[in-house]
């Protein structure tokens, strides 16, 4: 038992392996059982989920057969190594071999230790450049060969480490090749359409034959208000729901399993993933990251393109912006495959690298998105207390070309995730929320691929673009008085008419709710009053066309002489409830951070008590359940100092953020469907999560299947 537990510690402190999908020209070897790897299925079907490991109480379940089969097998590619089969074989100093296609490529990302013994090389293998052999690999340099040939592969002498005293902690990467001033290297993209537009009716934007459009709705606090009376702050309720694909839509007929969107219905995506490799991620981190990305190299189809970067005390691109092609996996595997953990945390210089990749590329795919993971804080960047004056200092984090600006900055959304208890989550919530993406808390480690999983499955289904809201007072006597979008920067002219909401992107059947709020005066001389016009402007993602809805909906009211006892919409009541929700965990967390613990438990116990009164609470209603659920879970992780410091802020800000975006985010159990805490997840999230969680054993957990979409389904009819 001694043996092997040393065997296991062993394997989770060295690079732990990951499968790479043969080309053609391998596909006569032989394939082995792969049980202890993140294994990827080699094609693009999704009919068969792959294979993976899940996490337990001692991590990953890693091989125990050792060096045994070091020899006869490669510890990258996981295949068999035999002399005559057309691959040249490496043996290291420390005795053990490897594919010398595959250990150059390992060594190219800057290892330069025995991914199996962890011995340090003294010579390391070299691939020169060989664009005219097959896949790029290199002959063997046999002895009389000269030293110049373009053919040669050679093995270079590393140099005596030398040791610089001005530096506290040493690189990750200890011998990088140059990278490029502009990154202006990314795969070219298939030809794409023209931007177009067009101006659409709802009737006729509903017969589009791609994704369909927006659906509207707006519904009245009370139906009616009477004519002698005025009313304040009458509230107007805009509801959005994004359409479902075509594939979607043919999927609810016919499918019998679940599977991701198809390649062919849904916009590509450039990707570029920003790691932490500090130190502290070395071990089970490490390893469960590399398996989590290799989920989401492996669910990316062929015309996404993937960037990674790994930066610790220092930055570097390991593997630019490539397409997501067989070759491109294999690539971005052994790229993956590569990372070692050491030194400090420089969440900026990492952030500054990836957005570059995205702001220097020639092509662009119409969805672009920075996914950021890190267990640490900036200690190069950010220094000092949080606090007052913290979002100023964050404010430094995030690269000028990706901050909104108030509209004017690229739409790069950053969606970042706080790895475990140590991470900073006010300045991960804070790079999230100016650049406009999500801010996710992993507090269990095994967590990471499910959270990942729920992050691009929304990614690979965005159906709309650039959406902006318009909200237009219809009476010649109303005018704006409020509109409450959370996030979302909205605005208003100068004469109160007219406002607009800058929606974004939306995910396949992701819904958005807004509230408006007008003063309705007294005196009307018809029996109907038009209170607002709404219209809606997009682009769609796959036929890059801008489309208006023109008449996209109109709020109405009745104004009789008398109203007899009003019913309160259960669609603005519930959102009234989000808001309550929202704006209490808010205070709360200012509240905590001035050591005021008692007074933030004492704001949402008594939001809590607040929304309990209520007639969706009364009424059973599923999103209220959840906001009381998520308030409690709050208090108890405000008990103490201690406890707040270790989860209680990241889980908050997480759920800050979801409620402020209307979107799902990860945050202690939320992932799972047994969750009261669980809101705005749509179906192909759910799905991707599903994809995950039933990666080992190819059937769902009882305990983790997750349920259809949560849109909080029992919507009343529409005013």
Not at 594 to 613: F, I, K, Q, T
Not at 664 to 678: E, I, P, Y
């Amino acid at each position: 038992m001694g043996s092997k537990w040393r065997k296991v510690k062993l394997a989770l402190g060295m690079n732990t392996c990951l499968y790479v999908p043969q080309t053609l020209d391998d596909s006569s070897s032989s394939i082995p059982r792969l049980s202890d790897a993140v294994s990827p299925s080699t094609g693009h079907s999704f009919d068969r989920p792959p294979t993976t490991p899940t996490p337990s109480s001692s991590g990953l379940r890693l091989s125990l057969t050792g060096s045994k089969s070091s020899k006869k097998t490669c510890a990258i590619c996981l295949t068999t190594m035999k002399p005559g089969q057309g691959h040249a074989i490496f043996t290291a100093e420390c005795s053990h071999s490897f594919h010398f296609h595959c250990i150059t490529s390992n060594v190219k990302h800057g290892n330069q230790i025995c991914p199996i013994c962890r011995a340090k090389w003294k010579e390391i293998p070299f691939q020169s450049p060989a664009s005219d052999l097959p896949h790029g690999r290199s002959r063997i340099n046999p002895v009389g060969w000269p030293q110049d040939d373009a053919w040669m592969t050679v093995l270079r002498r590393l140099p005596s480490p030398r040791l610089d005293p001005s530096r506290q902690i040493s690189s990750i990467f200890h011998a990088p090749e140059p990278e490029p001033v502009v990154f202006d290297d990314d795969e070219v993209l298939d030809n794409q359409p023209e931007i177009t537009e067009k101006s659409t009716s709802s009737k006729e934007a509903a017969n589009n034959n791609i994704i369909g459009t927006i659906d509207i709705k707006t519904y009245t606090e009370v139906s009616a208000v009477s004519r002698t009376a005025s009313h304040n702050n009458f509230t107007v309720l805009i509801h959005l729901k994004a359409p479902v694909t075509i594939e979607r839509q043919d999927s609810n007929i016919n499918q019998t399993e679940s599977s991701p969107v198809s390649q062919n219905s849904r916009a590509p995506v450039d990707l570029v993933t920003v790691l932490d490799v500090s130190g502290s991620m070395a071990g089970t981190k490490l390893a469960l990251l590399k398996r989590a990305m290799g989920f989401v190299i492996e669910n990316l189809g062929p015309s996404d393109r993937l960037s990674v970067i790994a930066f610790s005390s220092t930055a570097r691109r390991l593997f630019p912006l490539r397409r997501m092609t067989d070759t491109g996996r294999q690539q971005a595997l052994q790229a993956v495959n590569s990372l070692t953990s050491n030194g400090g945390t420089n969440i900026a210089e990492g952030l500054k690298k990836g957005a570059k990749v995205l702001v220097d590329r020639k092509w662009k795919n119409p969805v672009c998105s920075i996914i950021l993971l890190s267990d640490g804080q900036d200690t190069y960047t950010v220094s000092g207390p949080v606090g007052a004056n913290a979002q100023t200092r964050y404010q430094s984090l995030v690269p000028i070309s990706i901050c909104r600006n108030n509209g004017e900055g690229l739409r790069i959304p950053v969606h970042a995730f706080g790895f475990g208890a140590d991470h900073d989550a006010a300045s991960m919530h804070s790079i999230s929320e100016i650049s406009g993406g999500t801010f996710s808390f992993i507090e269990a480690e095994g967590v990471i691929q499910d959270a990942f999983a729920q992050c691009i499955g929304g990614l690979l289904s965005v159906v709309v673009q650039e959406l902006q809201v318009g909200v237009q007072c219809a009476h010649p006597s109303l005018q704006l008085n409020s509109i409450k979008a959370g996030s979302y920067r909205t605005g208003t002219l100068s004469d109160r008419r007219m406002g607009f909401i800058d929606v974004g992107d939306l995910y396949a059947e992701e819904e958005r709710d807004f509230l408006v709020t007008i003063n309705i005066p007294v005196g009307c001389s018809n029996d109907e009053m038009s209170l607002l016009k709404v219209k809606c402007v997009y682009r769609d993602p796959i036929t890059k066309e801008m489309v208006t809805l023109e008449d996209a909906g109109e709020v109405k009211i009745q104004r009789p002489e008398i109203t007899g006892e009003l019913v309160v919409s259960m669609e603005v009541d519930r959102q009234r409830n989000r808001l309550r929700a929202a704006e209490a965990m808010a205070e709360a967390r200012v509240s905590a951070e001035n050591g005021d613990l008692a007074g933030a438990v004492s704001v949402l116990e008594s939001c809590n008590r607040v929304l309990s009164e209520t007639a969706s609470a009364r009424a059973g209603d599923r999103l209220c359940v959840s906001l009381c659920a998520e308030l409690k879970e709050m208090q108890e992780r405000m008990a103490n100092r201690q406890v707040y410091e270790a989860s209680g802020r990241a889980y908050v800000l997480s759920g800050l953020s979801s409620h402020s975006w209307q979107r799902a985010t990860a945050r202690g159990d939320s992932t799972d469907s047994t969750s009261l805490v669980q809101a705005y997840q749509t179906q192909s999230m759910a799905d991707m999560v599903t994809r995950s969680q039933t990666m080992i054993l190819g059937n769902p957990a009882p305990q983790r299947s997750l349920r259809p979409a949560q849109s909080f389904p029992g919507r009343t009819r529409p005013r």
